[in-house]
T-cell receptor, first 113, second 112 residues
């Protein structure tokens, strides 16, 4: 039973389109995150969401917006996609990250053409 | 300036050849230092959390240690299945987006 699941696993789309990536966790964790892993494999945090509080990394363009319909879901919406948005996006969750670590999904590879 | 620096970037070992991976960090208030393993096409898999200098944790052939400036991941008598990218990350007090800051990883290859 997958703890953090993302869909789709692969997403190919054209520049200018709007797309969404879904994330669900069944661990009962309070906090969910989105990370971006670029072509150099460098993982960088984009957002964290806890109990309706959203914290945004200042480097993330406002074309990216997370939406949480409930505690178990944090979806990522991206508007007006650009070539530079191509990357692998990981969803993660934690209950108390400093104790038990963060659980990551298997990633969504986004390719913008 | 990178807050988390891992070295080497890549390491190739023979099966059974022990070695260490390094992670140095410059954050001011460390809440925790994490080690993850990432296999190709998969998300990072949690290995260890270390909280204070002098702390050590072990799991099978892996042992993680922490000082005030760096952490080491020691791998003893590795096997080919230990091949992966090992990521170090820190959770900083007051850190942006309340998440982890990752290093760029060490790509470890264990040859049979």
């Amino acid at each position: 039973d997958t703890a953090v699941s993302q869909t789709p696993k692969y997403l190919v789309t054209q520049m200018g389109n709007d797309k969404s990536i879904k994330c669900e966790q069944n661990l009962g964790h309070d906090t969910m995150y989105w990370y971006k892993q670029d072509s150099k494999k460098f993982l960088k945090i984009m957002f964290s969401y806890n109990n309706k509080e959203l914290i945004i990394n200042e480097t993330v363009p406002n074309r990216f917006s997370p939406k949480s319909p409930d505690k178990a879901h944090l979806n990522l919406h991206i508007n007006s996609l650009e070539l530079g948005d191509s990357a692998v996006y990981f969803c993660a969750s934690s209950q108390d990250g400093t104790i038990s670590g963060y659980t990551f999904g298997s990633g969504t590879r986004l390719t913008v053409v | 300036e990178d807050q988390v620096t891992q070295s080497p970037e890549a390491l190739r070992l023979q099966e059974g050849e022990s070695s260490s991976l390094n992670c140095s960090y410059t954050v001011s208030g460390l809440r925790g230092l994490f080690w993850y393993r990432q296999d190709p096409g998969k998300g990072p898999e949690f290995l260890f959390t270390l909280y204070s200098a002098g702390e050590e944790k072990e799991k099978e052939r892996l042992k993680a240690t922490l000082t005030k400036k760096e952490s080491f991941l020691h791998i003893t008598a590795p096997k080919p299945e230990d091949s992966a990218t090992y990521l170090c990350a820190v959770h900083e007090s007051g850190g942006g987006a309340d998440g982890l800051t990752f290093g760029k990883g060490t790509h470890l290859i264990i040859q049979p």
